[in-house]
């Protein structure tokens, strides 16, 4: 029992590049969600899913869009990379949208 | 004014101490509310859920104040193995709604 998975752990892209950070989830949960984390700025709701067919957009969707392919994969795509995109990437899924998430391990994604 | 605030420390202290956090959140239509852990460089990871009687796992308590809306997380006999830090949590109904504070980093010394 995985959990949840996040490929790749580190990325390094050029301005302009593009890429597509992928998330799985084996634990039958419904709702799934991107975060990124930036030093002293906490955890930022990027995308989220409710339910497999779903998708919405959280604080700060520009620059991101999102697939939730079926219920157990959501993958976060960064278009035209941006310097201001690094950052730490979390995947987390959860029973439903009021319960407790878990998270994978996070994409480290380094833009220059 | 942050939805969800929390003092971000640091806090110091030696091993065997009790050490407590507490957690302001301006939403009162807040529902479910939690305290993960995080160590540096890895992923939140769910620490307890806070009930309305308030709850205990071993050395740590939660309470749940819906009046003054603050939650409060207790440590006690700190180990070494209890630097991170505590992020509280607040859900306010759905995914969008779930509102991560910035969090409290701990240091428990020898």
């Known amino acids: 029992n995985a959990g949840v998975t996040q490929t790749p752990k580190f990325q390094v892209l050029k301005t302009g590049q593009s890429m597509t950070l992928q998330c799985a989830q084996d634990m039958n949960h419904n709702s799934m969600y991107w975060y990124r984390q930036d030093p002293g700025m906490g955890l930022r709701l990027i995308y989220y899913?409710?339910?497999?067919?779903?998708?919405d957009k959280g604080e700060v969707p520009n620059g991101y869009n999102v697939s939730r392919l079926n219920k157990r994969e959501f993958s976060l795509r960064l278009e035209s990379a941006a310097p201001s995109q690094t950052s730490v990437y979390f995947c987390?899924?959860?029973?439903?949208?009021?319960?407790?998430?878990?998270f994978g391990p996070g994409t480290r994604l380094t833009v220059t | 004014r942050k939805e969800v605030e929390q003092d971000p420390g640091p806090f110091n202290v030696p091993e065997g101490a009790t050490v407590a956090f507490n957690c302001t959140y301006s939403?009162?239509?807040?529902?479910?509310f939690f305290w993960y852990r995080q160590d540096c460089r890895k992923e939140p990871k769910l620490l307890m859920s806070v009930y309305s009687s308030g709850n205990e796992d071993g050395r740590f308590t939660a309470q749940l104040n819906r009046a003054s809306q603050y939650i409060s997380l207790l440590i006690r006999d700190s180990k070494l193995s209890d630097s991170a830090t505590y992020l509280c949590?607040?859900?306010?109904?759905?995914?969008?709604?779930?509102?991560f504070g910035a969090g409290t980093r701990l240091f428990v010394k020898a």
């Open positions: 949590v607040v859900n306010r109904g759905g995914g969008f709604k779930t509102i």
């Open positions: 939403n009162s239509a807040s529902q479910s």
């Open positions: 987390a899924s959860s029973p439903g949208p009021q319960y407790e998430q878990y």
């Open positions: 899913s409710a339910s497999e067919g779903t998708t």
